[in-house]
């Protein structure tokens, strides 16, 4: 049976087929070398039009890129995220199931640029049967990526919300493709979307600028503020590197508790979905040499808050971050956030 008939099949015929491929298909898939983190073997080119029962599904991998298609896509499609709460992208492997998800799905979103690098060679995968797999992170203007030294691009992307937004209009535009049926809601959802993520965008601006320069300086458990540093201009260090596969050397550690005395940085950040020990270390080496460090609060990195809460959305998680940051840092920020939602 060809990849295409695959993608055309109805409900019922595809849910019979997944039956008798399931066991086929993961064992495959699992077998696949690990530590190919690019998309060069994730074909690109038109996507054809859906032509099967609605709702749709779509599977996404992490929160964010959960939060923004569920936004875009409406009610149109069922939305499938596979990594939940405080889940790390960059370590999560798929389990059995997520291979039985993504077979089913007719349309995959993730961020790509090496995120889900654990992930790759599923989705490659599952690209390669013929379902249209979108690497949204790599469909965005290099313009708006951040270059790391090695010469990949950081996938942190959402830290920034003007490059973010560019994700929600590369979002609407696919689904307009793959369902043209829906092209007027996916662009009158994005539109909405965008124009939220404006105001959430100059919050940020004016809250991280309200901290004094003198102590304007974001130290966190890994390397995941990039472009959060160069969108609001606040100088960021980080204990771990880009992926929390890396793992931070002692010189390193010291280097940076240098950094927080000699500056008299007056707190540093955990991150909910990084371990807190190389943080900690952090701040009982400053106070061995004589400098008080505190604990600024936890920050949302590589996952968003817990289901159902405010912190639980993009737009919640991004307020969080930059009104605990520019209160623990000596700015201005109400308590409770931009929209008077955040827990206290």
């Known amino acids: 049976m060809s990849c295409a008939k695959r993608k055309f099949m109805h409900r019922g015929d595809r849910c019979r087929w997944n039956t008798e491929v399931m066991a086929v298909l993961f064992a495959v898939l699992v077998a696949m070398p690990a530590g190919c983190e690019g998309p060069s073997l994730i074909p690109e080119g038109p996507i054809p039009p859906y032509d099967g029962d609605y709702p ?163 130290i966190t458990a890994h390397d995941a503020f990039g472009y959060f540093s160069r969108a609001y201009d606040i100088p960021v260090r980080a204990v771990q590197g880009i992926s929390t596969e890396s793992e931070a050397g002692v010189d390193d550690v010291n280097r940076l508790i240098d950094f927080i005395v000699e500056e008299r940085v007056p707190a540093v950040f955990m991150e909910t979905s990084v371990a807190e020990r190389a943080v900690r270390a952090v701040v009982e080496g400053a106070h061995r040499r004589g400098w008080d460090v505190s604990i600024g609060g936890d920050l949302f990195s590589d996952a968003m808050g817990p289901p159902g809460s405010f912190e639980g959305t993009y737009v919640g998680m991004i307020d969080h971050n930059a009104t605990t940051i520019a209160r623990a840092l000596g700015g201005e920020a109400p308590a409770a956030g931009l929209h008077g939602k955040l827990s206290p």
């Open 56 to 218: 749709y599904r779509i599977v996404t991998t992490c929160g964010m890129a959960t939060d923004v298609v569920t936004i875009v896509a409406g009610d149109r499609a069922e939305i499938h995220g596979l990594m939940g709460f405080g889940v790390d992208p960059h370590l999560y492997k798929p389990t059995r199931n997520d291979v039985k998800v993504l077979s089913e799905a007719d349309i995959v979103f993730y961020v790509g640029l090496g995120l889900e690098g654990r992930m790759a060679d599923t989705l490659q995968g599952v690209a390669r049967r013929g379902t249209p797999t979108i690497p949204l992170g790599e469909r965005v203007s290099e313009s708006f990526l951040l270059a790391l030294d090695d010469g990949q691009w950081d996938p942190h992307l959402w830290m920034d919300v003007g490059a973010w937004s560019q994700v929600v209009g590369i979002v609407a535009r696919t689904l307009a493709e793959f369902d043209p049926a829906g092209a007027e809601v996916y662009a009158a959802n994005a539109a909405a979307y965008r124009e939220e993520l404006a105001v959430l965008d100059d919050y940020v601006r004016r809250t991280i600028d309200s901290i004094p320069r003198e102590t304007r300086y974001l």
